[in-house]
């Protein structure tokens, strides 16, 4: 299983972009990655998801490196609602791997 | 409306008694998931079901079991083996199983047990 590394808290303010980096070492060839946004008491909300390269939706990009070992989920100009802990998890469609982790907790202040 | 619904929001008991929480989904899913999460950590995997009549052991499932008689409902009773049952438990589904495909989340269930 590949294991995955997120810093555990992050903080910034309204209007900047925000990066946060998940190193996963372990990744197979046939893994994705894939973000989660979960506010307090609530269920997780997908987010984004890639296997290399660069991936952009209407939220986030996602910036993944040539040797995969490493993703960064980026937040452009964010807002005081995006206070919430962001996970990121890797697996593949054979295994029944769905582990999130502590996440990251992001804090956007005014 | 499509999505998931978790039954109750918030739910109390006394130890020693059995407790099913409800999930149901109109998303047409095969695969659905059951999730524990406690103060200030991540998700953790009790159980989750591939298709109708199968489900397979999470990551914590000692003191859980579950059903999946419909595609649309997988209850979770939390039983009274399970040592700290008092948590947040969320219920998830996607169109297959797999981290390719992306699980949407009910609103979840709050356990309190004393």
């Known amino acids: 299983l590949a294991k995955t590394t997120q810093p555990i808290s992050m903080d910034s303010y309204e209007g900047q972009e925000v990066n946060i980096t998940c190193s996963h070492n372990n990744i197979a060839t046939n893994d994705y990655i894939t973000w989660y946004q979960q506010f307090p008491s609530q269920g997780p909300r997908f987010i984004i998801q890639?296997?290399?390269t660069k991936v952009t939706n209407e939220v986030a990009s996602l910036f993944i490196p040539a040797d995969r070992k490493s993703s960064t989920l980026s937040l452009p100009r964010v807002s005081l609602s995006d206070t919430a802990v962001y996970y990121c998890?890797?697996?593949?469609?054979?295994?029944?791997?769905?582990?999130f982790g502590p996440g990251t907790r992001l804090s956007v202040l005014p | 409306d499509g999505g998931i619904t978790q039954s109750p929001k918030y739910l109390f008991r006394k130890e020693g008694q059995n407790v099913t929480l409800s999930c149901e989904q109109n998303?047409?899913?095969?695969?659905m998931y059951w999730y524990r999460q406690d103060p200030g950590q991540g998700l953790r995997l009790i159980y989750y079901s591939q298709i109708v009549n199968d489900f397979q052991k999470g990551d914590i499932a000692e003191g859980y079991s579950v059903s999946r008689e419909k595609k649309e409902s997988f209850p979770l009773t939390v039983t009274s083996a399970q040592k700290n049952p008092t948590a947040f438990y969320l219920c998830?589904?996607?169109?297959?199983?797999?981290?390719?495909?992306?699980?949407?989340f009910g609103p979840g269930t709050r356990l309190t047990v004393t």
């Open positions: 998890l890797v697996g593949n469609n054979y295994g029944q791997n769905f582990v």
């Open positions: 998303l047409n899913h095969d695969a």
């Open positions: 998830a589904s996607s169109l297959y199983a797999g981290q390719g495909y992306e699980q949407y």
């Open positions: 890639g296997y290399k």
